[in-house]
């Protein structure tokens, strides 16, 4: 059963554009939900996290908007650059430290 | 401070064999825990270890089995192959096992059954 649902598979946006991805979970018990950035040939690595209790948070050009009572949250990329391609992973964490990975969206930035 | 490390980076079994991968997690983490993904999706949870006991496991079958060690270094061993067992096998250590404690990952072991 996939408990994290993740949206765009794949997206393609310009050089300076922003990059939205989406996700929706079910098990109202997760209390952190963190994102993660894949390049090819690598593990994924911590880009940026939020608690439930936060409805917004920034670091730099990324930005996770939080929505507890719709059960959906999303990754904002704002001046998206080439250098952010890669793929990128929603998570969801609770009892223990163990990740609920959502399917994953493959961003293209083009220059 | 070295990083996860794991090996080897990539391997070829045939199906019914057994393999094990290997794990070096970060110094000073005592909690290591294993993913499988598959290519294109997201990493699923294997289990978790905690201070070298199994603290926790996804819906994987018994023939998935780990061990972690006084340095909390890591194992996974998978017995009788199957072909769908062919898969990216991460393995992340943090320190502790609380919901906040970041989790790093290694770069992977490529498991390809034949």
């Known amino acids: 059963q996939q408990q994290v649902k993740q949206s765009p598979q794949s997206l393609i946006v310009q050089k300076g554009g922003i990059s939205i991805i989406n996700c929706a979970y079910e098990n109202t018990a997760f209390d952190y939900f963190p994102w993660y950035q894949q390049f090819p040939g690598k593990g994924p690595a911590l880009l940026i996290a939020?608690?439930?209790?936060?409805s917004e948070k920034k670091e730099g050009r990324f930005t996770i908007s939080f929505n507890k009572s719709a059960k959906q949250f999303s990754l904002h990329i704002m001046d998206s650059q080439p250098g952010d391609s890669a793929t990128y992973f929603c998570?969801?964490?609770?009892?223990?430290?163990?990740?609920?990975f959502g399917g994953g969206t493959r961003l293209m930035v083009k220059p | 401070e070295t990083g996860v490390t794991q090996s080897p980076t990539h391997l070829i079994k045939t199906r019914g064999q057994q393999v094990t991968l290997r794990c070096s997690s970060q110094s000073g983490h005592n909690t290591v825990s294993w993913y499988q993904q598959a290519l294109g999706q997201g990493p699923q949870f294997i289990f978790q270890y905690y201070r070298e006991e199994e603290n926790g496991r996804g819906n994987f079958p018994p023939r998935f089995s780990g061990l972690q060690f006084p340095n909390y270094s890591s194992e996974l061993n998978v017995n009788a192959l199957e072909l769908d067992d062919s898969a990216l096998y991460l393995c992340?250590?943090?320190?502790?096992?609380?919901?906040?404690?970041?989790?790093?990952f290694g770069p992977g072991t490529r498991l390809t059954v034949l």
């Open positions: 939020i608690r439930p209790d936060v």
């Open positions: 998570a969801a964490n609770n009892a223990g430290n163990m990740l609920t």
């Open positions: 992340a250590s943090s320190l502790g096992t609380s919901d906040y404690n970041e989790q790093f």
